[in-house]
């Protein structure tokens, strides 16, 4: 079963159970997702990236959502947009540990020999391709610069 189809089941579940909160943010999934396809090529397919890009870039927004409610002292919408972050959280892959991702960067870095933060670009690239929707790209970033002295 594709993200879509998926996504349309737990949309009727959601609508059967009267979950309000868990329908709109499947709803959002669902609307993001229907976005992006007719931006792309017209064709209506969508490769499995795509797929995780948006649920992160979704994901994304609700958390930086939430910490300006928090910060605005709106406590109530920033609970709404945790909620909805760890639905749509769901549909994403296992999220690796930082020390999973840290040891699979030091692997990246002696495979292309990079020394110092010049080589930074080279090795973003191959990890983006490694975590790709399973690891946040901040804390890999951050992880890179550490390790290449940056």
């Known amino acids: 079963m594709n ?3 998926k996504i349309n089941n737990d949309i009727k579940a959601a609508m059967l159970a009267r979950e309000q909160e868990k329908l709109e943010a499947i709803r959002a999934i669902k609307a993001a997702i229907l976005l992006e396809k007719s ?4 064709t209506g ?3 499995e990236a795509a ?10 927004q609700r958390k930086e959502s939430a910490e300006v409610y928090t910060l605005g002292k709106r406590e109530d919408l920033a609970k709404k ?3 909805e972050a760890s639905i749509i959280e769901a549909y994403l892959p296992k999220q690796l540990s930082q020390e999973e991702v840290e040891g699979k960067i030091r692997q ?5 020999g990079a020394a110092s933060m010049k080589d930074m670009g080279k090795v973003m690239g191959l990890a983006g391709k490694e975590f790709a929707g399973r690891a946040d790209n901040k804390m890999i970033s951050e992880i890179v610069k550490r390790l290449l002295g940056g």
């Open 3 to 5: 993200l879509e189809e």
């Open 39 to 42: 931006k792309e090529s017209g």
């Open 45 to 47: 397919a969508m490769d």
């Open 51 to 60: 797929e995780l890009r948006i649920l992160q870039k979704l994901v994304k």
């Open 81 to 83: 947009e945790v909620f």
């Open 108 to 112: 990246i870095i002696t495979q292309t």
